[in-house]
């Protein structure tokens, strides 16, 4: 806890957004997950498995944009800056 006060404190954090856009309190665990294990990935014409948050997060993004695409498709605006929407609806 106390290196993550730290860090909270250090210039390096000022870069970084205000803490009101996201979960300041916790202790850097991600605003959403995704099953990133054993992902199939093609590189130079040969498949492997591979996991991680790498895997992850682009998992989510691909999520999110099918669901951008659709509210488009019925002529709604894009969901555009997500994390207060996810804050709110924790469940």
């Avoid at 498709?73 to 709110?88: D, E, K, R, T, V």
Wanted: charged content about 10%.
């Amino acid at each position: 806890d106390a290196a993550v006060a730290s860090y909270f404190a250090s210039a390096t954090y000022k870069e970084h957004p205000p803490q009101e856009a996201f979960y300041a309190d916790g202790r850097a665990y991600p605003d959403v997950a995704a099953f990133g294990q054993n992902v199939q990935v093609v590189s130079a014409g040969k498949a492997s498995g591979v996991s991680g948050t790498s895997c992850s997060a682009p998992i989510f993004a691909g999520a999110v944009a099918m669901l951008n695409h659709e509210l488009m498709s019925q002529g709604l605006a894009p969901m555009g800056w997500i994390n207060p929407w996810i804050y709110a609806n924790p469940q």
